[in-house]
């Protein structure tokens, strides 16, 4: 069983920057592909993902403002966003295979 926390959201300015963590339980998650999703009123949406090996992809609407990376060591995975934009006000999910996080709200307002 893995376990996925996330932490980092909050309320920030557009333009502003956070990062968000998410802390996974046991190291099998250095074998595994990680993403970060987003949640909000009716749209879902894959926002980045990294594979085991480092590879990353991104959805359009974030490309070049966002950046996710692992640090395997510390069996967690970030999401650096920068520039954000009310519309990137969503709750954040973390995921690896079938496990999930509970999430962690963004909002974007000024």
């Known amino acids: 069983q893995v376990q996925l926390v996330e932490s980092g959201g909050g309320l920030v300015q557009p333009g502003g920057s956070l990062r968000l963590s998410c802390a996974a339980s046991?190291?099998?998650?250095?074998?595994?592909?990680m993403g970060w999703y987003r949640q909000a009123p009716g749209k879902r949406e894959l926002v980045a993902a990294i594979?085991?090996?480092?590879?990353?992809d991104y959805a359009d609407s974030v490309k070049g403002r966002f950046t996710i990376s692992r640090e395997n060591a510390k069996n967690t995975v970030y999401l650096q966003m920068n520039s954000l934009k009310p519309e990137d006000t969503a709750v954040y999910y973390c995921n690896a295979a079938k496990f999930w996080g509970q999430g962690t709200l963004v909002t974007v307002s000024s």
């Open positions: 594979t085991s090996g480092g590879s990353t």
């Open positions: 046991g190291s099998i998650i250095s074998r595994l592909a």
